[in-house]
DNA sequence: AACCTGACGAAGA
DNA sequence: TTCTTCGCCAGGT
């Protein structure tokens, strides 16, 4: 049994529609818990095979992609320019073309109720 | 129950 | 503007 915090999380990150991106601060937002990006970073790395979540699509705030070594850095962005996603600098991505708009998230919200 | 940890983030130096 | 510090939340040990 999961918290609804962490439904919802799930909830929108599934929803992430290709060649879009969020942020983990905005996600957490979005879930109705403004301060809990730390506990998107956790759901991501503990839920993602059992929801199949696509995990690639979430960067920090600032556009980075967050992992921490280099391979799997380097696999994420492949997987994000595949999908269309424009980069700035190595692994810095272009946030203003590419940050999924918020006009959607009521339609997540409503699927949850 | 206490303490640690993390794919974060905003604020202050 | 770059680097450090500190707050956050829930699961793990």
Known sequence: MVSEFTED??????????GKVLSYGLIAKLAGN???AR????????STEKYKLPWHRVINSEGNIALRSEIDKQ?????L???????????????K????NIES?????????
């Open 34 to 36: 403004p301060r809990a």
């Open 97 to 100: 073309s590419s940050i999924w």
């Open 105 to 113: 998230i009521d339609k997540i919200k409503v699927k949850k109720e």
């Open 39 to 46: 506990q998107v970073s956790w759901i991501l790395h503990s």
């Open 9 to 18: 999380v799930i909830k929108l990150i599934q929803n992430i529609p290709e």
């Open 81 to 95: 320019k595949k999908e269309g996603v424009k980069f700035l600098d190595e692994y810095r991505i272009d946030l």
């Open 75 to 79: 696999y994420q962005k492949d997987l």
